[in-house]
């Protein structure tokens, strides 16, 4: 890794080499949380609140260029900045699900701006046809150069899904193989990538002893394809929370150390804070910043303690 891009990753971790970030650069979600009629002040305001409670204890925040910067500068002193640089979304009237950045944005405005990283989310299918691989695939090398270039860590958010079947059980039977896959193939030079940000390699609530109904997997057959996700990679890799419950995903994140995996943190978003946008919405900015230093001072503290027995420092 080029020097300039090691020591801004090393800002983005804890004294321990962990990734302890905090995501919350959700925009076109944030807004359907929070209902469909809150308004742009309103949203910068409340991932101003996430960011001065929070980030105190989080070794990086996550925000958006659309509506985070007032954000950005009420973080703690010690937390490293990464920026999202994708549109949130896509063009649901065109096969493929193909990414797209912020107009008004480059990854050279972004660090002009005191970002520490830039962030693509990827919406990737391994099984789908050629010509809409192939352009996702240029899509990544071009934005691989260009952090490159400034010498920025680029962070490689990939989530997965099937092109052709979107029916949960299915999903998760080939989760596996969907997120394994992809991390095989991104990791790959030409990319340029950092980190990869990822899911969980199964759904754990198909997981025997975690799932409520339908049970897809036995706990050896997942701890498996946790070690088979750490083998998929030379980089350092963390986790997305993907919405799930708090309680959830801190159970997945023990469970992921039990089997054996090697990932480095995680980049958690709602699992921290989701509780904080209802009260927002219907009691105003006071009750929700008092939600945010109770339960979600309780929500990532509790993360960190996991993530400082469970994690693996990044190697620099």
């Not at 493929?96 to 660090?111: E, I, K």
């Not at 002893?209 to 030379?234: D, N, R």
């Not at 986790?239 to 995996?261: I, M, N, P, R, Y």
């Amino acid at each position: 890794m080029h020097f300039s891009k090691q020591t801004k990753l090393r800002k983005l971790c804890t004294p321990n080499g962990i990734i302890a970030a905090l995501a919350i650069d959700q925009r076109s979600a944030l807004k359907r949380m929070m209902g469909e009629d809150i308004t742009f002040d309103q949203v910068s305001e409340f991932k101003c609140l996430v960011s001065e409670t929070l980030t105190p204890y989080a070794s990086a925040i996550l925000l958006d260029p659309e509506f985070g910067w007032a954000a950005a500068e009420k973080r703690a002193s010690h937390c490293g900045l990464i920026m999202a640089y994708e549109k949130t979304g896509y063009d649901k009237a065109v096969a493929g699900r193909f990414p797209d950045l912020v107009d008004d944005v480059s990854v050279l405005r972004l660090q002009s701006r005191g970002s520490d990283a830039v962030k693509l989310l990827l919406y990737y299918d391994v099984d789908q046809p050629a010509e809409i691989n192939n352009r996702k695939q240029a899509f990544v090398e071009r934005m691989g150069l260009e952090c490159a270039a400034v010498g920025l860590p680029f962070f490689l958010e990939i989530v997965t899904y099937d092109g052709k079947n979107d029916d949960p059980v299915y999903n998760a039977k080939v989760k596996p193989h969907k997120v394994i896959t992809a991390m095989q193939l991104f990791s790959q030079s030409r990319f340029a990538v950092d980190v990869l940000k990822v899911e969980v390699p199964v759904s754990m609530k198909y997981v025997e002893g975690f799932a409520s109904g339908e049970v897809l997997y036995t706990q050896a057959q997942a701890a498996e394809f946790f070690q088979q996700q750490s083998q998929a990679t030379h980089l350092p890799f963390i986790f997305l929370s993907a919405g799930v419950s708090t309680e959830l995903f801190q159970q997945t994140l023990k469970f992921a150390k039990q089997a054996g995996s090697t990932f480095n943190g995680v980049l958690c978003g709602r699992a921290t804070w989701a509780g904080a946008a209802d009260i927002y919405r219907q009691q105003g900015a006071t009750a929700a910043k008092q939600w945010l230093e109770t339960q979600g001072k309780q929500n990532i503290s509790e993360l960190l303690s996991i993530l400082e027995d469970c994690a693996t420092p990044v190697e620099f």
